[in-house]
């Protein structure tokens, strides 16, 4: 960040404020005159100007604040943006250390957001050191609840964390073995089957052979063979239908020359994409009605063959690929943080998420390709992903429309994760990024997904995530920077 704003601060004056004005601040009402002496002797006023920076996020906790007089704004910087979260003019509200009365653990505290005067403001000020210090002597009881609770939560949340992760990885895995067996199981099905038509075209070569075949014809034989198949190659892509049609037409003309078993031969051609007019091109270079029979088979035999190499190829293929969609998504051997092209972590999580999204769920992705890689830790990102991408489809319940889209916003690159489902509830909306908060039914959901993705895109890569909803169209914009963060 560059050009950081200084704080300059009127010196704090001591002893300024008595015991019974301290009382009529609701923090300090109910405590004895004892306390409040001690609190008058410890403690100073500060005047901040209109506009002035009392406290800058991040920076080390080093003072108590309780608003004497004045308008006040709390603030946290999202990215780029300065994003104001609390606007008070309440007197007696209190914010800084607010945490220095926890036991020390090695983990520096430092201020949660910033803090600037809208007006002319007063505070009464204590140090870090004697806030903490009169909260654990005047309120041990209290200390050990807060501790406890603080403790516990942070406990809580990554055993909960953990077990989600858990939960996620053991679905994807699921996931994966499910696609992974489909092309595995049609690949061992063509193999057996190709195996069966190598074994009928060794018989059949050898009737071939038996015949006494002219070696002219024979020769003649394997470049028809071999013009077949480069023309099927380059055939074009039927419909259903036309296939159908093709092998009656295909059926048809075998009757008409008595084909052995032609109504079983013909939709091999069929699938080949070769027409009548090719097998008659076929039977008039044979010049040999009785070697036409025997040809139409051998061909018929070669074409499978080839149409079972290509099933056997477009399955590891697509193992290959689920391979590569799973290495993409861990990233494993690649360095946490580096530049990315946020487009592969996507792709790779469709096709991880691939079973769970399911048929009922129609996926449109509109890309902008051109957009530059970004600075990120793109396993983080692809748990993002993940999050934002699980939650459409169980919105919608598994039918309608998941949208992702990624588009440049000013310096920035977003990532719009959109469903049509039944929209997020302004109440709901307000605390959707809340720890532990979740619409989902017990044991469905631990409220933690989008709170991991909000820290992940905001904490993590200096971005911000907003969730915009109707009914019918929810987007989730994650925004992410495309240059480095500068070093504070």
């Not at 008595?18 to 002797?41: I, M, N, V």
């Not at 494993?332 to 092209?341: C, F, G, Y």
């Not at 990120?376 to 919105?395: G, K, S």
């Not at 895109?457 to 495309?482: A, K, Y």
Request: with cysteine.
């Amino acid at each position: 960040m560059t050009d950081i704003e200084e704080i300059r601060l009127e010196p704090c004056a001591p002893g300024q404020l008595t015991p019974d004005e301290l009382r009529t601040l609701f923090l300090f009402e109910k405590l004895s005159d004892e306390q409040l002496t001690w609190l008058a002797g410890h403690g100073c006023t500060m005047r901040v100007a209109s506009g002035g920076l009392v406290l800058r996020e991040g920076d080390p906790a080093v003072s108590f604040f309780v608003l004497l007089s004045g308008t006040i704004a709390l603030s946290r910087r999202v990215g780029e943006d300065e994003v104001v979260t609390t606007r008070t003019e309440q007197r007696g509200v209190y914010m800084g250390a607010t945490q220095a009365y926890l036991r020390d653990d090695g983990v520096p505290r430092n201020y949660a957001a910033s803090m600037r005067a809208l007006s002319d403001s007063e505070f009464f000020v204590l140090s870090a050191d004697d806030f903490g210090s009169l909260m654990r002597e005047w309120f041990p009881m209290a200390i050990h609840l807060l501790e406890g609770l603080a403790l516990g939560m942070a406990n809580s949340q990554a055993a909960i964390g953990e077990r989600q992760r858990l939960a996620a990885l053991g679905a994807l895995s699921a996931g994966l073995m499910h696609e992974l067996n489909n092309p595995a199981a049609a690949a061992a099905r063509a193999t057996s089957a190709l195996r069966q038509r190598v074994a009928a075209m060794r018989m059949k070569l050898g009737k071939l052979a038996a015949g006494k075949v002219a070696p002219d014809r024979l020769v003649a034989l394997l470049e028809l063979q071999e013009e077949v198949i480069e023309r099927a190659a380059k055939a074009p892509a039927l419909t259903a239908m036309q296939t159908a049609d093709l092998e009656d037409e295909l059926g048809d003309w075998m009757d008409e020359r008595n084909i052995t078993s032609g109504w079983d031969v013909a939709p091999v051609f069929a699938q080949g994409g070769i027409d009548t007019g090719c097998l008659t091109d076929l039977e008039s270079r044979l010049g040999s009605p009785e070697l036409l029979d025997q040809a139409i088979h051998w061909i018929g035999y070669a074409l499978e063959t080839e149409q079972l190499m290509s099933d056997i190829e477009d399955a590891t293929g697509r193992v290959s690929s689920l391979v590569h969609a799973a290495k993409q998504y861990s990233h494993v051997d690649r360095a946490a943080h580096q530049w990315v092209d946020v487009h592969v972590g996507l792709d790779s999580t469709l096709v991880m998420l691939g079973h769970k999204i399911g048929d009922g769920v129609r996926v449109v992705k509109e890309f902008d390709r051109d957009l530059p890689e970004i600075p990120a830790h793109p396993a983080e990102l692809n748990q993002v992903w993940t999050n934002l991408i699980d939650n459409a489809v169980q919105a919608m319940e598994s039918a309608g429309t998941l949208t992702v889209r990624t588009f440049r916003e000013d310096e920035h690159l977003v990532v719009s994760v959109g469903d049509t489902g039944p929209g997020i509830t302004p109440e709901v909306r307000k605390r959707i990024f809340e720890p532990f908060f979740t619409t989902k039914p017990v044991g469905q959901g631990t409220g933690l997904g989008l709170d991991i993705s909000y820290r992940i895109v905001v904490n993590g890569h200096g971005g911000d995530i907003r969730v915009e909803s109707q009914p019918g169209d929810t987007r989730f914009l994650v925004r992410l920077p495309f240059t480095e963060p500068a070093s504070a």
